[in-house]
Every structure is written in C-alpha cells, then in structure tokens.
C-alpha cells in the first residue's frame, strides 16, 4: 500500500512528463481541488472527482499538453 508522500511524489512525476491519465489515476474519486481566483476568472472553482479535474486541466494548460 502506497503512503501520501508516494502517491504524491508519482502525481508529480505524472504531471511532469505531462502524462495526464497517469496524473489522473492518482486523483481520490470523491476530491476538493480548488483553484482560487476572482469570481470572473473562468478557471476558478470547485472540483470534486476526476472527470471535472481532468475538464480543469484541459481548459487549463489542455494546450500545452
């Protein structure tokens, strides 16, 4: 059984080398990602499971990966 520390450690490299599904493997199904911004900012909000991390990060750097 993995610790926080490693799955930690694997999200980062999975987000390094940009590989997403990876990233995404790792992510709780029930999760608190917010991204804090003012009211306007279309990225600002809440994210609760994978599927609307994975919409975020498309909307996000979707570009760049």
Same mark, same amino acid.
């Given at each position: 059984?993995?610790?926080?520390? !490693? /799955? ?7 987000? %390094?080398? =940009?590989?997403? +599904? @990876? ?11 917010? !991204? /804090? ?7 600002? %909000?809440? =994210?609760?499971? +994978? @599927? ?12 760049? /990966?």
């Amino acid at each position: 059984m993995s610790t926080a520390l !490693d /799955i930690a450690k694997q999200a980062y490299e999975a987000f %390094g080398r =940009r590989d997403i +599904p @990876a990233f995404l493997k790792l992510v709780a199904d029930e999760v608190d990602w917010k !991204d /804090i911004g003012p009211a306007g900012w279309p990225q600002a %909000g809440l =994210r609760r499971n +994978p @599927a609307e991390v994975a919409a975020f990060l498309l909307t996000s750097i979707g570009s760049k /990966i």
